[in-house]
C-alpha cells in the first residue's frame, strides 16, 4: 500500500485523463468540503457540467474558490483534469499567492481503462481520441511538474495503486503548535560568547561544558527552553563558541532556532555558492579556519536544516527572524522566508548604504505574538504585540531575551563594543512632548500592563481627535481619564431598575471578595493634577479644563495648601499628585445645561400637567366621567414634581469657592508611584485627611465595607443603600476593597454604580416607574458596557503608569486619547 504525505495545509491537483477516477478517488479520501471539481463549477454556471462553452467561467470560479479556502489555511483538492500546463499554472499562481505548498497527484491508468469507463457514462459523448490526446498530454507533462512548481509528485501509475493509496497528513516543519513553553526568546546574538552565556546564567540555565571547557549545551531546572531569533554568528568575539552552544541546545531539545540573514549567508558560504564576503562574514570564516572540518561540517548540517520561522504554543507565538506579518504565519513559500530573513524591504537604500525597511509592526494586527530580531534598536519595546529582541549587543548594546509567556525583559550589557555599527543604533531623539497625528490615527492596538492587547477602532479614534485638539487641556498634564462605569444587572423587584443585591451577587461572583460600598456625590467627575507650589489643571472626564483659568489656580492653591498641611507631599515622596474627585454642586459644570434640559423639561410638565388637571377638575365638575385619566394625570403630575425636585438637590449657588465642595476618593498616582494595589480604605484615609485639613473646601465620602458572600452584611448593605437614597442621595459604587483585582474569569470590574429610584427620573424621564415605563427598561444589555469599563479601567491604569516612569508625553497620550475615542462606541447613555 502506498502512502502518500501531504501537508495539513496545501494545495492538492488531481491530474488524469477523463474516465482516470479522479472525483471516486477524491471521495474515497477527502472531505466533500475540502474538493473544488470542475465539473461542479461548471454546473454551477451554466446548470450543465458538460457545457464546455462554459469553461472559462467555470475555472475562474474554482480558482476563486480554492483561493478563499487556502487564505483560510484549509487544505484544498482539485478534481480536473489539468493535464495541459496552463492550466496547472493558474493553480500553482494561486498556490503561491497564499504561500502553501502544491502537491500534484497523478492517477496514469492505461487510455483502454478510461475509455470503458466513460462509456459507461451517458453524459461523457466524446470519444476515445480525446482520451488519448489527455492521456499523451500528461505523459509529456510527468517529467515537468516539479519544474513547474509542485513541491511533492505522486504518481499512480495503475489501476491497483490507485486503489491501494492513501494518504498522510503532515505538518509543516515551522508548525510547532504542539510545543507550549516556557521559553526564553534570545535576540541576535552575532559571535557574542561571553554574553550569551551570561544571559542564559540569569535566565537560569545550568550550561555544560566540553572536556576543553567550551559551553556545549544548557538545560534549565524547569524545563524552558530557549528560542534564538538567528543572527548567532558574525562580526563578534567568537561566532563558532556560539554555534556550538547553541547546536548542543537544539540537538539535546533545550532550544529552538530560526535561521538569520547572517547563517543564510555563512550556509552558502561554507557551502561553495558564491557570496560577498562582507558585514563581518570575513570574521566568521575567519575563525572556523581554527576549527576541526568535523565540527565545519556540523555546522554547514545545522545551518542547512534551519527553518526559517516557527508557529508555537498553540498560534499564539511566533518567533522569525526579521518578524512576520499575520498572514505569512505557518506559510510557506520563498517570500515568507525571505520576510522572515530579510523583513520587508522598499528595495532602496538609506544614507548608510542599508536596505530601507518598512515598518510592517506598526501595521501588525494579528493575535499572535511575534518576536524577532535582525534590526537593532535602543531597547526593546512591545509594538502591536509584537518586539524586537536585537539590542545591537556586538555594536556594544545588549543582549536582550524575553521569558514567554511572563512578557519579562532580561537584558545583559555588552563587555565592549565589538563592531562599530554602519548606521547608529539609536534612532534619531523624538521632543517627548511632541504629539504627531501617527500616534492616534487609524485602527491601533495599544499594549496595556493589566489587560494586555486593546484595540482602538479607526473611526472611534477620528471622532475624539475634535474634542482632544480643540478642547483637551495642555497634553502634558492630560495624565488620565476616567472610565466609564457599568451599573449592576437590573433589579427583579418591582419598583425597581437597579437595587444593591445585584452588586453584590456581581462581585461574589467574580471572587473579588470584600467589597466598599461608597457614596456616589451627584457632582461633576474631576481629575486634579496638583503641584507642591500650586500648579497643575483640574480637568473633566473628557479633557476639558474644569474652571476659568482664576478660578482654577485658587482651587489648586487651595489643594496644594491641604495636602502640605496633611504632610501629604513628603510622605508620598513626591512634588505632584493625581487625584480622582467628585465636584460639587453639579450646577457649577453642568448649569446650561439643567437649565436648558432638566430645568425646562421639569416646568413644562408641572405647567402642562397642572393646567390639565384644572380642565379635568372642571369636566369632573359637570358631571363627566374623567376619573381615570385624572388619576393618571395627578400621578404624572407627582412624577414631574418628584423628576424637578430630584435635580434640584445638586443645585445651589456658589460664589468663588464660597460653596464649592470637592470630594476626593482616590489617589491615582504621584510623579513617580502608582497605587491602584492599595485598597480603597487607604485611599479614603487619605481623603479624609483633607477633609479634616479644610473642611471648607473638601468633602467626606461616606462608605461601607461588605462580604458580599454573609447575608448579614449583605443585608447591611442593602439598608445602607436605602437609607442614602431615601435623604436625597444618588446612590451608590460599590468596588473591590482591594481594588485591582483579577478573578479566575479575568480582571473583575473596578466598581458598579448602583443608582437610587428616585435619582433614576433624571436619566429616564419622569414618568419611567410606571409599570409599562419599567418593564421596557428592564431589557437593557449591559455586555458592551462592561467590556468598556474594563477596557477603559486597563488604559486609565497604563497611562498613570506610563505618567509615573517618566515616559515621554506622546506615550502617555496615547493611553488617555483611547479612553476619550472609546466614548465613541455606540452605547446606551443612560447605562
Known amino acids: 500500500m502506498s ?129 488519448k490526446r ?104 567568537d561566532s563558532p563558541g556560539v554555534l556550538r552552544l547553541v547546536m548542543g541546545m537544539v540537538a539535546s531539545g533545550n532550544a529552538f532556532c530560526v535561521a538569520g540573514n547572517h547563517e543564510a549567508k555563512l550556509s552558502n558560504a561554507l557551502s561553495g555558492r558564491k557570496v560577498t564576503i562582507s558585514h563581518g562574514l570575513e570574521t566568521t570564516l575567519a575563525q572556523l579556519e581554527s576549527e576541526s572540518d568535523e565540527f565545519r561540517a556540523e555546522v554547514a548540517r545545522f545551518l542547512d536544516g534551519l527553518i526559517a520561522h516557527y508557529v508555537l504554543d498553540g498560534g499564539r507565538l511566533v518567533v522569525a527572524h526579521a518578524g512576520l506579518k499575520e498572514s505569512y504565519h505557518g506559510r510557506a513559500s520563498g517570500r515568507v522566508r525571505a520576510f522572515a530573513l530579510y523583513g520587508d524591504t522598499s528595495g532602496e537604500t538609506d544614507e548608510f548604504g542599508l536596505p530601507v525597511r518598512y515598518p510592517w509592526a506598526e501595521e501588525y494586527r494579528g493575535q499572535a505574538m511575534v518576536l524577532y530580531g535582525h534590526t537593532p534598536t535602543p531597547t526593546p519595546e512591545w509594538v502591536n504585540n509584537t518586539m524586537c529582541l536585537d539590542t545591537g549587543c556586538v555594536f556594544g548594546g545588549s543582549l536582550t531575551a524575553l521569558r514567554y509567556p511572563e512578557r519579562e525583559v532580561v537584558q545583559v550589557v555588552a563587555a565592549e563594543t565589538y563592531y562599530e555599527p554602519v548606521r547608529p543604533l539609536a534612532p534619531p531623539e523624538r521632543e517627548p512632548d511632541t504629539l504627531r497625528l501617527d500616534d492616534v490615527l487609524g485602527p491601533r492596538i495599544i499594549e496595556t500592563s493589566t489587560m494586555g492587547r486593546i484595540s482602538l477602532r479607526e473611526e472611534n479614534a477620528a471622532g475624539a481627535l475634535e474634542v482632544m485638539s480643540r478642547f483637551a487641556v495642555d497634553p502634558t498634564r492630560l495624565v488620565y481619564l476616567p472610565p466609564t462605569m457599568s451599573p449592576s444587572d437590573t433589579s427583579s423587584l418591582e419598583d425597581h431598575l437597579e437595587h444593591p443585591e445585584q452588586a453584590f451577587t456581581h462581585f461574589a461572583r467574580t471572587g473579588a471578595g470584600p467589597v466598599i460600598c461608597e457614596e456616589k456625590h451627584m457632582g461633576s467627575r474631576a481629575v486634579i493634577v496638583v503641584d507642591r507650589d500650586g500648579g497643575g489643571v483640574i480637568h473633566t472626564r473628557t479633557g476639558r479644563a474644569f474652571f476659568d483659568a482664576e478660578t482654577e489656580r485658587a482651587v489648586l492653591d487651595r489643594v496644594a495648601s491641604a495636602v502640605a498641611a496633611v504632610n501629604l507631599w513628603d510622605e508620598l515622596g513626591t512634588t505632584s499628585l493625581v487625584l480622582d474627585a467628585e465636584i460639587m454642586p453639579w450646577s457649577t459644570k453642568a448649569g446650561a445645561l439643567i437649565r436648558q434640559q432638566y430645568a425646562a423639561v421639569g416646568a413644562a410638565a408641572r405647567a402642562g400637567l397642572s393646567s390639565a388637571l384644572a380642565v379635568l377638575g372642571s369636566a369632573a365638575a359637570r358631571g363627566l366621567d374623567v376619573g381615570d385619566l385624572a388619576g393618571r394625570t395627578s ?153 468598556m469599563a474594563l477596557r477603559e479601567y486597563a488604559l486609565g491604569l497604563e497611562s498613570l503608569k506610563r505618567h509615573a516612569n517618566g515616559e515621554p508625553t506622546w506615550r502617555v497620550h496615547e493611553c488617555v486619547f483611547a479612553v476619550l475615542a472609546m466614548e465613541s462606541e455606540p452605547v446606551d447613555p443612560r447605562l
Open 3 to 131: 502512502v502518500l504525505q501531504i501537508p495539513e495545509v496545501s494545495l492538492v491537483v488531481l491530474v488524469g485523463a477523463s474516465g482516470a477516477g479522479k472525483t471516486s478517488f477524491a471521495a474515497k479520501h477527502f472531505l466533500p468540503t475540502e474538493v473544488v471539481s470542475s465539473d461542479a463549477c461548471r454546473a454551477l454556471v451554466s446548470d450543465d457540467e458538460n457545457d464546455q462553452s462554459a469553461t472559462t467561467d467555470a475555472f475562474d470560479l474554482l480558482e476563486f474558490i480554492v483561493g478563499k479556502r487556502l487564505s483560510r489555511g484549509l487544505l484544498t483538492v482539485v478534481d480536473a483534469t489539468n493535464v495541459q500546463p496552463h492550466a496547472r499554472r493558474s493553480l500553482i499562481a494561486v498556490a503561491k499567492e497564499h504561500d502553501v505548498l502544491a502537491t500534484a497527484v497523478v492517477l496514469d491508468v492505461p487510455p483502454a481503462v478510461s475509455v470503458a469507463r466513460n462509456a459507461e457514462r451517458p453524459d461523457r459523448t466524446f470519444g476515445a481520441s480525446v482520451v
Open 134 to 237: 489527455q492521456h499523451d498530454q500528461l505523459r509529456r507533462s510527468l517529467k515537468s511538474l516539479r519544474r513547474e512548481g509542485f513541491r511533492h509528485v505522486h504518481l499512480l501509475s495503475s489501476v491497483e495503486e490507485i486503489e491501494e493509496a492513501s494518504f498522510e497528513r503532515t505538518r509543516l516543519h515551522n508548525d510547532l503548535r504542539d510545543v507550549t513553553g516556557p521559553f526564553d526568546v534570545v535576540g541576535d546574538v552575532h559571535g557574542c560568547r561571553a554574553e550569551l552565556e551570561q544571559l542564559l546564567d540569569e535566565l537560569g540555565y545550568a550550561i555544560a561544558r566540553d572536556e576543553a571547557g567550551r559551553p556545549v549545551d544548557a538545560a534549565h531546572p524547569d524545563g524552558r527552553r530557549a528560542i534564538f531569533v538567528g543572527d548567532l554568528v558574525d562580526r563578534g568575539p
Open 635 to 787: 400621578r404624572r403630575r407627582d412624577d414631574a414634581d418628584a423628576y424637578t425636585a430630584a435635580y434640584r438637590r445638586y443645585v445651589w449657588k456658589v460664589d468663588g469657592l464660597d460653596g464649592l465642595r470637592i470630594a476626593p476618593f482616590q489617589v491615582l498616582a504621584t510623579d513617580s508611584e502608582t497605587f491602584e494595589t492599595r485598597d480603597h480604605l487607604w485611599h479614603l484615609s487619605i481623603a479624609d485627611r483633607l477633609v479634616e485639613s479644610d473642611g471648607a473646601l473638601f468633602a467626606t465620602t461616606g462608605r461601607l465595607v461588605v462580604d458580599p458572600t454573609d447575608e448579614a452584611s449583605v443585608r447591611a448593605g442593602i439598608d445602607w443603600w436605602n437609607d442614602l437614597t431615601g435623604a436625597g442621595g444618588e446612590g451608590m459604587v460599590v468596588k473591590p476593597l482591594a481594588n485591582l483585582v483579577r478573578g479566575p474569569k479575568g480582571l473583575v470590574q473596578p466598581g458598579v454604580k448602583v443608582r437610587g429610584r428616585e435619582y433614576l427620573r433624571i436619566i429616564y424621564g419622569l414618568d419611567y416607574t410606571e409599570p409599562e415605563n419599567l418593564g421596557r427598561l428592564r431589557d437593557r444589555n449591559l455586555g458592551h458596557k462592561r467590556s
